[in-house]
């Protein structure tokens, strides 16, 4: 279904060749979400104030350990699409994709705080956000469920390529007969010159389908 509604234009687009593509998005293009849905969707949300129109200013791309891949389409409204698929990397592997807002950012100071926040900040059974509790979505078998290590490349439109390394762990809330906003917790840690570039970050996110979204190439 998604590659019936994203087909790529044929003419030749002028961005960065490197850069990860799906679903016909792609550095230096454009989406547009649905106006009424993002209107009857943010009284729910933690959001407020959301774009329905947005440039992809970064491209992000995770190889996940499930043999999937991740997508992130990094914008200007402070948010980023992402696009999960599972069996390969084009339109018709799609198994998820979702809006994801920055909540808060946080520097991580010392060695000391970065190891607590991996042991015991980031995966736990439940998570409180602004009054509401989220609840842990990626579960271990054990008693212990640890964050999950991935590790994103980035694409930037100056031609700029870095390395992340992410800890993160999937939580959720109910917020409708079969609507849930998620919470994405992250550790994320990044080389710069000789230095640990680290920090603690909460994004929120919700689900969307093939009908919100408009390429605009």
């Known amino acids: 279904m998604f590659s019936k ?15 990860p593509e799906i679903m016909g998005l792609y550095l230096g293009g454009s989406f547009e979400l649905d ?10 949300l933690k959001i407020s104030g959301a ?4 440039i992809i200013q970064a491209v992000g791309k995770v190889a996940l350990d499930t043999g999937g891949t991740m997508f992130r389409f ?8 992402q696009v999960v698929t599972d069996g390969g990397e084009s339109e018709n592997h799609i198994t998820d994709v979702k809006l994801w807002y920055f909540w808060e ?7 000391a705080q970065w190891q607590s926040l991996i042991e015991n900040g980031i995966s736990k059974p439940s998570f409180e956000l602004d009054g509401d509790t989220f609840v842990r979505v990626w579960d271990a078998l054990g008693d212990k469920s640890p964050p999950v290590a991935m ?12 390395t992340t390394d992410q800890f993160v762990m999937l939580y959720e809330r109910q917020i ?24 603690f970050v909460l994004s929120t996110g919700f689900d969307l389908t093939p009908a919100d979204i408009t390429i605009n190439g």
């Open 5 to 19: 509604l994203f087909g790529k234009k044929e003419e030749e687009k002028a961005h960065q060749p490197n850069a």
């Open 35 to 44: 106006a009424l849905k993002l209107k009857l969707s943010e009284p729910k």
């Open 51 to 54: 774009a329905s129109k947005h």
């Open 74 to 81: 990094y914008t200007d409204d402070d948010a980023f699409l």
């Open 105 to 111: 950012t946080k520097t991580v100071g010392d060695n």
């Open 151 to 162: 590790t994103e490349t980035t694409y930037e439109e100056d031609d700029d390529i870095s």
């Open 176 to 199: 409708g007969e079969d609507e849930f906003e998620a919470l994405l917790v992250a550790g994320e840690e990044k080389i710069v010159g000789n230095n640990h570039d680290r920090c």
